[in-house]
């Protein structure tokens, strides 16, 4: 099973700042990594696939790269809405989660 | 658009069943299949396993295995899983997505079905 661990575990900034979110694998996925924000009561929702690529509807703010083992979910302007709870998730092979980052207004 | 619409709370007693289900549409049924992911209280997200809605092929987690069914019925265009011999740790909220593939991307959820397993 391939292990994703997110860092850090609770991201603080305020409005406007810019969020840089991690996620490593424990072997390669080569690109097959999405983002999902999930807010309080509410299921998932697809942000990035492909490890760079924005779902459908999804503003500019938000991109993603890497490749291999080391991904970033970037967010260049925080916006109120966008604090919430993001996961990575790979699809190199059997899918798995990793655990969350949770990023909170300061 | 696309929609999932899953079925209501349930509440179960330890060592029986649930079936939940999700009823799609907005898109082609049988050219996607259905991921089911649970997510415990305050926890993250465990992926379940997959369903082809095209010829009814599944892919469960191993640690599930023997535990859930899943299947997925053209003709009423809805996905169903079955958990048996619940035990307290399988409360959770449950989910179905839209996926191509036993592995890709979740591209549309459900709203998500809260089961309570407690004596």
């Known amino acids: 099973e391939i292990i994703l661990t997110q860092s850090p575990g609770t991201l603080s900034l305020s409005p406007g700042e810019r969020a840089t979110l991690s996620c490593r694998a424990s072997q390669s996925v080569s690109s097959y990594l999405a983002w999902y924000q999930q807010k309080p009561g509410q299921a998932p929702r697809l942000l990035i696939y492909?490890?760079?690529s924005r779902a459908t509807g999804i503003l500019d703010r938000f991109s993603g790269s890497g490749s291999g083992t080391d991904f970033t979910l970037t967010i260049s302007r925080l916006e109120p809405e966008d604090f919430a709870v993001y996961f990575c998730q790979q699809y190199g092979s059997s899918p798995t989660f990793g655990q969350g980052t949770k990023v909170e207004i300061k | 658009q696309v929609q999932l619409v899953q079925s209501g709370a349930e509440v179960k007693k330890p060592g029986a069943s649930v079936k939940v289900s999700c009823t799609a549409s907005g898109y082609t049924f049988a050219s996607y299949g259905i991921t089911w992911v649970r997510q415990a209280p305050g926890q993250g997200l465990e992926w379940m396993g997959w369903?082809?809605?095209?010829?009814?092929?599944?892919n469960y987690a191993q640690s599930l295995q023997g535990r859930v069914t899943m299947i997925a019925d053209t003709s009423t265009t809805t996905a169903y899983m079955e958990l048996r011999s619940l035990r307290s740790e399988d409360t959770a909220v449950y989910y179905c997505?839209?996926?191509?593939?036993?592995?890709?991307?979740?591209?549309?959820w459900g709203q998500g079905t809260l089961v309570t397993v407690s004596s």
């Open positions: 369903i082809s809605a095209y010829n009814g092929n599944s």
């Open positions: 997505a839209r996926g191509f593939a036993v592995a890709a991307k979740l591209d549309h």
């Open positions: 492909d490890a760079s």
